[in-house]
């Protein structure tokens, strides 16, 4: 066998590009009162990680990267529950770029033998965010008629497959054929392609022009607007994320009032943190997850290469979730 690889941890030096990751060297850190010491096996990589390293949200410490999973190392004074060698995910912490990170004992969330660690780590913060929109945000039901922007990645695929369980009718936006073929293939009823799609004309011909109940999007930009203006009188909008360009909040917020919709831009991170709702939502989560409610793990990267995970995210080159792996 070879050698084990040195420890290593990414950090961000400025808000910017992804000339701004760092790799260095990692010491192993004593676990103070109430934290774990977590080994990675596999670190999830989301659409968050990017905003913290362009500076749109703050990241306390500089390291990115908001979900991963590992084994337990060391224990913390006071930490009870877990156990020195246990298999843990958690969620909604940021400082998981690293080969090792302090958790907060309650974070972590001992995995069944039946999730495997990558498909934890590319899942939970998804299914975390879907079970939120699908539930908290909007019951979603068997009357439900749903539009997903990006339906082909990581979030949309896990939103698409359990809305479908839910009884919905989804109906997907993509900007390739191979993501339509791939919306399809995880339940979308019917597929919008291409970015400069008229998203409103063409839901209005799959709904008989009634429009859809419920809009989730994750792209921003000029696509929001798309996707508000495809949505019924009375009906509700969801806005989680900004892939495609800044959300253009006022413009978006006029046409949601205009049209008498619900205009949301719910959090999934501000959710979790409490940590009543995180331990409850997990439980619902890992549990389909033990059912094979998961995403396609769309490409693994060596964690001292996250740089080329983020630019292949933002270029919108990747289907499915991407994971680094130390």
Do not use: C
């Not at 990558?118 to 939120?132: D, I, K, N, Q, W």
């Amino acid at each position: 066998m070879g050698a084990q690889p040195p420890d290593i941890v990414v950090t961000v030096a400025a808000p910017g590009g992804v000339d701004q990751l760092r790799v260095t060297p990692q010491a192993a850190q004593t676990p103070g009162a109430g934290e774990v010491r977590l080994r990675h096996d596999a670190i999830g990589v989301n659409f968050v990680d990017t905003y913290h390293r362009r500076g749109l949200y703050p990241l306390p410490g500089g390291v990115p990267g908001v979900e991963g999973v590992g084994v337990i190392e060391a224990l913390g004074d006071g930490v009870i529950g877990l156990a020195v060698g246990q298999r843990v995910a958690y969620a909604g912490v940021a400082g998981g770029y690293a080969s090792t990170r302090l958790l907060p004992a309650g974070r972590a969330l001992p995995l069944p033998d039946t999730v495997s660690s990558p498909v934890a780590a590319a899942s939970l913060l998804r299914g975390l965010t879907a079970e939120m929109l699908l539930t908290a945000t909007y019951p979603v039901g068997p009357d439900t008629v749903l539009l997903v922007s990006a339906a082909a990645g990581g979030l949309g695929i896990m939103i698409t497959r359990w809305a479908r369980r839910l009884g919905a009718r989804v109906i997907g936006t993509t900007s390739t054929a191979e993501k339509a073929a791939l919306a399809r293939h995880h339940g979308a009823d019917a597929v919008i392609l291409g970015r400069d799609a008229d998203v409103a004309a063409e839901v209005a011909a799959l709904t008989g022009g009634r429009g859809v109940d419920y809009a989730i999007d994750g792209v921003g930009g000029g696509t929001l607007l798309k996707v508000i203006a495809a949505t019924k009188a009375g009906g509700t909008v969801a806005s989680i994320g900004q892939a495609g360009g800044p959300v253009p909040a006022e413009a978006a917020e006029a046409l949601a009032q205009q049209r008498g919709l619900t205009f949301t831009r719910p959090s999934i991170l501000a959710r979790v943190a409490d940590l009543g709702t995180y331990h409850a939502a997990a439980t619902e989560v890992l549990a389909r997850l033990a059912q094979g409610l998961t995403v396609d793990i769309g490409g693994t990267y060596p964690l001292a290469e996250a740089a080329r995970a983020h630019t292949a995210l933002e270029a919108g080159r990747t289907t499915g979730a991407l994971l680094l792996v130390p």
